[in-house]
Each structure stands twice: as C-alpha cells, then as structure tokens.
C-alpha cells in the first residue's frame, strides 16, 4: 500500500464533550437552541487528545476504512505564531428568516466577506446530478448510488449576508479561465473539492471532448498502485485546464532509501512539495489545503519523519504535531507569497479545514453522524473572523488569499456520507468526507466569485 491509498482515510480521535470537532485550531459548537451569549473563552485540550484536535475552543450559549495507532500523548500549548485574539472565532445561531437580496458589490465598495451568510433553499439546486456525473466522480461519494433517501441536503444555497454572489455556470467558468490553468493542491478534501468542479462545469455529463493530459505533468497511475498521483483534465474549446495533485501535507516528501520499498520518507515541513515547485509556473489559479493527516497515526502510518532545513528536526517545539502542522501551514503560504512576484497572474488560495461531525465516539467506537436533516444544528454565520485561526493567521499580510469554507460547512452535518455505501454494508461511518453533489459544489461557487 503506497501513501496515497492512505489519502480517504482520515479519521481522528473525537474531541471530548462540547467541543466542535473540526480538526484544527478551531471554536465553539453550534447550539440546537439559541440562548443568551456566555463569556467566550479559551478551553485546553484533555490528555486524550491527538495533536490535531488540539485546538483553542470557545462556547456560546447553555466508508472509508481508517487508520488505527493514533497517539494519546498528552500536548502542549499551541505554536507561537500571531493569531487573533479576543475574538469569537465561531458564530453560528439560527437567524430570523430575510429573504432579501443583498447588493452586489462593485468595485468601489469594499471586498464581501463570502464566509458570511446563511444557507437557503433553492429549487434550481443540485447544480449537477449525482447519478450522471460519473466519469468525473467517484462512486463511494456518489450519495445518489447509495442507499441513501433523503436529499434534501442537495437542494441548499449559500447566500452571503452583505453581497450577491454571482450564479455559477460551466459556460461562464471556462470563459473566464479561457487559456489558464486551476490547480488544486492538497488531500482527499481537496480531491473531493476538484470533482465537485469538474462535475459542476460539465453539469454532470460525459463530455468525450474533455482530454486527460496528466500525462504533461507525470499524472499517470504507477504499477501495482490504486490511483495516480493525480488527474489532469484539458477543455479544448477553451484551452482550460484543471488539476489536482494528492499532498496531504503539503511537504515535500522524499524517500531516505529508493532501492526500499517500505523507505522511510524525509517529510520536509518547510519545503513546498517537488510537485508544486517543479509546475507553478503553468498555474493560474491554485488552492492549497492541508489538515486531517496531521496526527501520529497518519504519520508513523506513512512513514513520514520530519525534517527541517535539510535535517532531522530536533526542535521539539516544532515535534508536536499541531505545532508541525502549523509551521508547515505558515511554511507554504510564505514560499507561495514568494513566487507571487514572478508570476504576477496567479491568483492563490489557501482553503481553510474542512470540518468533522463525529458525535457520541470516533470511526472505530461508534461514532456517527446520522443526522439528514439540514439546518437543524443552524443555518447562518455571523462572525467575520475565520474558525481556521491557523489558516487565517498564516495568510494575514501575504498575497495569498483565505478561502473560508469552516464555519459554513460545520452547520451541514447531514451532508456527509454517513453510514451509506455503495454495498449497503455496515462498517465505520465517514463524517468526514461530503456526499457528491453536496457542500464541497459551495466552496467551488466561492472560488469561483473570488476569480
């Protein structure tokens, strides 16, 4: 088994009793009832925790197979990097019902904070159907070719609180990308996000015009391996191009032993990985995300040893894996902040985490999330603050830009896949990864008004 057959498997410890489980350095859960606001503050991690989930926490108010061996080891503070501080990182309450349209900006008003808003029915949605879009998605997030009958989570529309975003059509895309190339750059989360766009652009049809160029990147599926690295679609009508290269870490990883098949591999926290570097100068648009690999399990799974300048890192700062996460976060964004200069025309995101909704345990004790009703835990954000403090804090003063999807999609707990395969056979539930049409079509429709 290589790494990237590691890449679906993404579960972590369940963060203890109140906490919102996203994986990061995250805050406060959504209450099913709105109650007068408590005084926001800051909760330490219990020793049962892995690095990942050790988070800041606020409060406000009253199937993929896993991996095993996740470190118990107790954690220390938090990286010293600059984050915000004092504020409510997440604020999420059920709103009083306002149908209007907020105004479209222009460009004399100021930039719209897309993260801000409310889910809202719509009957134009999905944008796409998940029983055609086969060539584009894979089946185990095809939630239509499961044994799942409730959808209604497919009809739902994010609506940003002081702008309109503009309606998403493959037509107006491929226009605007016309000669350029999208690359995304990151985990499964990631790979979720690039299918989402290709069924969205196609509408969910074959489309045999669409040409597989992976091989001009080296994209191709090695012998004996599940998957490739990654998947190169070209639209030639346009001479659009879009990618998406599997790096859960975002390191550059490079084998201590080539001749040893089971090698270690040297995980480079402040190298961008060789992928990236060798081919940024082709990309016109890049999204990077990082985030659920980073616990002991993943790591020793993996065979990643970090390194730092070239070296085996001593720091044991920098050893605890929510501070290496960190460092690596902070890493990637400044070395993409430096390429900006050469390469004026790119235009970078950095994804925020994707949230987790295991409730009552974890994949491998019961933990589910079995909730098919949307909007019950909220349906609006008002915050103007990310819940990715880390992700926020490494894009603050650079040129790369913060797409923040984390508080939107934590109030979406019915779309992930749940208990529901193909097979319909009982196993760990996946709440983690978003059933196909489904949240990730909202992240792309941000991207898309921020292009």
Sequence with gaps: MTMKDLDEREFEIAPTKGMVDIGGNLTNRVEEKEEPSKVIKSVEPEKNETAEDSFSVTESGGN????SGVDNSKQEERMDFQVPSGSEHFNATLPVENNENPPILDKKQAACNFAKGKWVVDDQRPLYSGFSCKRWLSGMWACRMTQRMNFDYETLKWQPKD???????GSKFLKRMQDKTLAFVGDSLGRQQFQSLMCMITGGKDRPDVLDVGREYG???AKGAV?????VYRFPSTNTTVLYYWSASLCDLEPLNITNPATEYAMHLDRPPAFLHRFIHRFDVLVLNTGHHWNRGKLNANRWIMYVGGARN???KIAEIGRAKNFTIHSIVSWVNSQLPKYPRLKAFYRSISPRHFVNGDWNTGGSCNNEMPM???KEVLQDESSDVDAESAVRGTKVRLLDITALSQVRDEGHISQFTIKG????QDCLHWCLPGVPDTWNELLFAQI
Aim: hydrophobic share 25%; proline share 10%; aromatic share 6%.
């Design 64 to 67: 993929q197979e896993p991996d």
């Design 163 to 169: 702008c309109q975003m503009e309606e998403f059509e």
């Design 219 to 221: 994209l191709v599926k």
């Design 227 to 231: 998957r490739p690295n990654g998947w």
């Design 314 to 316: 001593t720091n044991k």
């Design 376 to 378: 019950s835990i909220g």
């Design 425 to 428: 056979t009982p196993g760990a």
